[in-house]
């Protein structure tokens, strides 16, 4: 398991190189013409050279158009500062939001030391710069993945669904162009943040221990995607999926403020600061809306099908992962809604084996990892001397069971309950048969009666319609039923088949009839 385990994380970490070297192979470094910080980078990372290089404390970027001319051969304005300014209130401002800039404050001034240092061109814009944004983007990308394979290991506690999801979604979507070619857009780094949330919003909810410090590295994250690009405050629409009850007072036990503590809250002060007195020295407001000048019309063609599938950067045409995610969804909440698949006893074996079915189904599933006793019996009707059994039609062996007009009952399967009926965990018992319908059967039932001492305790009725029949032919079924708790050891369980249609003929072969004891750990009531 150890030695598994390191296999996995070795894979990771080459995921990690492979994506560092995608960005030096695929992404023009030093093009004048492509630039790293580029169009809405642009308005984002401006603000640490206006601060840090420009002393423009009143961020007018009166700077920006000379030292935008330097370095880009390319503008679609008529001049470089209208890429991310707008007008507001009768003053021009940077639109842009300034979370972004916090974010590569490190890497800004890390490189600005260098450049100082070595004496190279420390204006903001030359190539060193440009390097570390590119830098940025790659690191949050890889925090991000690296947080959404723990996230996947709390969810599912599997290795290689872990290990595959973040590498498919960064090689298999639009990460991948955020990433390497785009690294100056909000993007990856919404991707980051958001995945850090949520991951902290279950840690909170769903782990014993450290729920003050998940709590306050939830916030962080969730004010870092705020403000990096409001809109994306609607991340919060996911977090009631894991929210469980908790107790407040033990929250306010563990409240320890540790130097990691303090640091943890220092940065959100930090990060605070740094939005608010930007937006109130451009706009004298703490939330002004920078975009009001700018909507969406929705009045005109909504042009959805260009969005989907043109050559324009149509997105099923270019991220076909997305086109094969919506199908994949569909059809699993097709699945679901029909009682083809239970998501709450779902396990490989059943899932692979109906993976396209959309028929409805008789499935019963029991997962394996839970079995804690199992006992079984079958039948398979090979006594062609009773008048019950017919050799003409039958699944395997030399005969099969015949209901029809003048024996609407199968002969009951009297059992004793097993000895671990009653017992910590929770019996079950799984009927599973080869059926033959002929025309015009509407129905056929399966009954469980139990007993005690000849008085009735329990009887279950167990149908299946028409939807789920296929005439002329042999089909596999699954019926199953939770024991009561009621139910003890000393009981007894009668099943039997019931053609309450009559008129026309159903033939069975091959049961099997399964006791069970499973744990709780796939059960909705503990």
């Given amino acids: 398991?150890?030695?598994?385990?390191?296999?996995?994380?070795?894979?990771?970490?080459?995921?990690?190189?492979?994506?560092?070297?995608?960005?030096?192979?695929?992404?023009?470094?030093?093009?004048?013409?492509?630039?790293?910080?580029?169009?809405?980078?642009?308005?984002?990372?401006?603000?640490?050279?206006?601060?840090?290089?420009?002393?423009?404390?009143?961020?007018?970027?009166?700077?920006?158009?000379?030292?935008?001319?330097?370095?880009?051969?390319?503008?679609?304005?008529?001049?470089?500062?209208?890429?991310?300014?707008?007008?507001?209130?009768?003053?021009?401002?940077?639109?842009?939001?300034?979370?972004?800039?916090?974010?590569?404050?490190?890497?800004?001034?890390?490189?600005?030391?260098?450049?100082?240092?070595?004496?190279?061109?420390?204006?903001?814009?030359?190539?060193?710069?440009?390097?570390?944004?590119?830098?940025?983007?790659?690191?949050?990308?890889?925090?991000?993945?690296?947080?959404?394979?723990?996230?996947?290991?709390?969810?599912?506690?599997?290795?290689?669904?872990?290990?595959?999801?973040?590498?498919?979604?960064?090689?298999?979507?639009?990460?991948?162009?955020?990433?390497?070619?785009?690294?100056?857009?909000?993007?990856?780094?919404?991707?980051?943040?958001?995945?850090?949330?949520?991951?902290?919003?279950?840690?909170?909810?769903?782990?014993?221990?450290?729920?003050?410090?998940?709590?306050?590295?939830?916030?962080?994250?969730?004010?870092?995607?705020?403000?990096?690009?409001?809109?994306?405050?609607?991340?919060?629409?996911?977090?009631?999926?894991?929210?469980?009850?908790?107790?407040?007072?033990?929250?306010?036990?563990?409240?320890?403020?540790?130097?990691?503590?303090?640091?943890?809250?220092?940065?959100?002060?930090?990060?605070?600061?740094?939005?608010?007195?930007?937006?109130?020295t451009q706009t004298q407001s703490l939330f002004p809306n920078t975009y009001s000048n700018e909507k969406f019309h929705f009045e005109r063609d909504a042009h959805v099908f260009d969005i989907l599938l043109s050559y324009h950067a149509g997105w099923f045409l270019y991220v076909p992962i997305a086109l094969i995610s919506v199908f994949y969804f569909q059809l699993k909440a097709y699945q679901f809604r029909n009682s083809i698949l239970d998501a709450n006893y779902n396990y490989s074996d059943y899932y692979w084996k109906n993976f396209f079915t959309i028929r409805p189904l008789n499935i019963y599933p029991v997962h394996p990892k839970t079995i804690l006793k199992k006992t079984e019996y079958d039948y398979n009707y090979d006594n062609v001397n009773d008048s019950t059994i017919v050799s003409d039609i039958k699944y395997e062996g030399k005969g099969a069971l015949k209901l029809h007009v003048k024996n609407h009952f199968s002969e009951p399967h009297l059992f004793k309950m097993p000895d671990f009926t009653g017992q910590q965990g929770f019996s079950k018992i799984k009927t599973s048969f080869y059926v033959y319908f002929s025309d015009s059967i509407k129905s056929m039932q399966l009954v469980y009666a139990f007993q005690n001492k000849g008085k009735q305790l329990f009887y279950f009725t167990n149908y299946i319609q028409m939807d789920r029949i296929r005439y002329n032919q042999w089909e596999y079924k699954e019926i199953g039923c939770d024991v009561p708790r009621e139910v003890t050891a000393s009981d007894t369980v009668s099943i039997f088949f019931w053609n309450d249609w009559g008129v026309n003929k159903v033939y069975i072969d091959k049961v099997k009839h399964e006791f069970f004891l499973t744990d709780a750990s796939m059960e909705m009531v503990p």
Avoid at 258 to 267: C, H, K, M, Y
């Fill in 1 to 280: 398991m150890f030695k598994k385990r390191n296999l996995y994380n070795t894979i990771f970490f080459t995921f990690f190189l492979s994506i560092v070297f995608s960005f030096f192979y695929f992404r023009p470094l030093n093009s004048e013409w492509y630039r790293i910080i580029t169009a809405d980078g642009l308005g984002y990372y401006s603000y640490l050279p206006a601060k840090f290089i420009y002393s423009d404390e009143n961020l007018d970027f009166k700077w920006f158009n000379d030292v935008y001319n330097q370095y880009y051969k390319y503008n679609s304005f008529a001049t470089p500062v209208e890429n991310f300014t707008a007008e507001f209130n009768g003053k021009l401002i940077n639109k842009y939001y300034p979370g972004m800039s916090f974010l590569w404050m490190p890497f800004f001034l890390g490189v600005h030391a260098v450049c100082k240092v070595f004496g190279l061109h420390a204006n903001g814009f030359s190539q060193p710069y440009q390097m570390a944004i590119g830098f940025a983007a790659v690191f949050y990308t890889c925090l991000g993945l690296w947080f959404l394979r723990k996230f996947l290991l709390k969810l599912f506690k599997n290795e290689l669904i872990a290990l595959l999801v973040p590498i498919t979604i960064f090689y298999g979507t639009n990460l991948f162009t955020f990433t390497i070619y785009s690294g100056s857009f909000t993007h990856a780094y919404g991707f980051t943040f958001i995945t850090m949330a949520l991951y902290f919003a279950w840690c909170f909810f769903n782990a014993e221990q450290d729920k003050f410090k998940n709590g306050l590295w939830f916030l962080l994250c969730t004010l870092i995607v705020v403000f990096v690009r409001p809109i994306n405050i609607l991340f919060l629409l996911a977090v009631p999926a894991f929210m469980t009850r908790i107790n407040i007072k033990e929250v306010f036990q563990q409240i320890k403020f540790t130097p990691f503590i303090w640091l943890v809250i220092s940065i959100m002060g930090l990060l605070s600061y740094w939005h608010f007195s930007i937006l109130y």
